[in-house]
C-alpha cells in the first residue's frame, strides 16, 4: 500500500471530517457569553483576539486561577474560521488577590482533519478599578503548515502582544509516531505501549497525528501487527533495503 493510499484510507475510516459535524457556537464578530457566572462587564480591562485559519475549527477554553480557584471556566467556544475576540476582566495581581489566566486552543483541520494537542499560554490583565486608563490586548494567530517538527505546534514568534503559533497538522510520516523524522525501533515501541494501554481498558492519550501515523496498515486500531510492521520497515532501510508500506 502506498503512502497517499495510506493516508487516503485513514483520512476516510479513521478521522472525522472538520466539515462534518463541526459545531461553531458565534459567528465571526459577535460577542461572547462567558460561562463564568460572577463576570462583571465593568470591570472588562483587556481582550484576546484569537485568529483561526481557513477550513478549520478551534476548540477555546479560557480558565483562571485565583485565592478562591483554580482552573475555573471562563469561556468556552468552538470556532471556525475567522478572527474573534474575548473580553477579559481586569484583576490585582498580589499574593492575595489575584486572577492567572490560561488560554487554550486545540486546531483540527488541515489536509487530514486532525487535531492538535492544545496550545496553552498564561497570561494577566491589570486590575481596571486600579488602572482605569489601561487596557491589555494579546492576538494569537495561527496557521496550519507542513513543517517537520517534534512539536505538534511552535510559536514562530511573540512580543507582549501578540503571538504567531504555526500548528503542524499537514506533516505526517507514517510509522514516524514521535514525530522524529525517522521511522525506528523507539515507534515500535510507542506503539507496543498504545496497545497495552487499551487492551487492559485503559484511556488513549495520543493525538490524531499519532493515531494517524501509528496505524500503518489502516485498520483503525492500535496494536501488535502495527509495531511489527514498523520494526520490519526499520530493518529493511537499516540493512540498505528500500522500505515501503506494503501491508
Keep these: 500500500m502506498k503512502f497517499n493510499k495510506v493516508i487516503a484510507v485513514f483520512s476516510a475510516l479513521i478521522l472525522p471530517s472538520v466539515s462534518a459535524g463541526a459545531v461553531v457556537s458565534y459567528a465571526e464578530g459577535q460577542d461572547f457569553a462567558p460561562v463564568y457566572e460572577f463576570f462583571n462587564e465593568n470591570d472588562v480591562n483587556g481582550s484576546i483576539v484569537i485568529s483561526v485559519p481557513e477550513n478549520s475549527t478551534a476548540k477555546v477554553l479560557i480558565d483562571f486561577d485565583s485565592p478562591e480557584v483554580d482552573d475555573e471556566p471562563y469561556y468556552v467556544e468552538t470556532l471556525g474560521s475567522g478572527t474573534y475576540s474575548f473580553d477579559i476582566e481586569g ?6 488577590d489575584y486572577r492567572i489566566y490560561t488560554v487554550s486552543v ?35 494567530e495561527f496557521t496550519i503548515d507542513d513543517k517537520q517538527s517534534k512539536n505538534e505546534w511552535d510559536v514562530e514568534s511573540e512580543t507582549e502582544s501578540a503571538k504567531n503559533i504555526s500548528v503542524h497538522l499537514d506533516y505526517v510520516m507514517i510509522g514516524d509516531v514521535d514525530h522524529s523524522g525517522k521511522v525506528d525501533a523507539s515507534d515500535a515501541s510507542f506503539v507496543l ?3 497495552s494501554l487499551l487492551s487492559t481498558g485503559g484511556v488513549s492519550s495520543w493525538t490524531d497525528k499519532e493515531r494517524l501515523c501509528g496505524d500503518v496498515n489502516g485498520d483503525s486500531k492500535i496494536d501488535a501487527t502495527d509495531a511489527s510492521a514498523i520494526l520490519v520497515y526499520y530493518s529493511t532501510n537499516s540493512t540498505g533495503g528500500n522500505a515501503s508500506w506494503n501491508i
Excluded: A, H, Q
Excluded at 484583576?91 to 492575595?96: A, P, Q
Excluded at 491589570?126 to 482605569?132: E, I, K, L, S, Y
Design 106 to 140: 486545540e486546531l483540527s483541520g488541515g489536509k487530514y482533519n486532525i487535531s492538535s494537542k492544545p496550545y496553552k499560554d498564561e497570561f494577566t490583565v491589570p486590575d481596571g478599578n486600579d488602572t482605569p486608563d489601561s487596557f491589555r490586548e494579546i492576538k494569537y
Design 91 to 96: 484583576y490585582d495581581n498580589t499574593e492575595d
Design 193 to 195: 505501549v498504545e496497545y
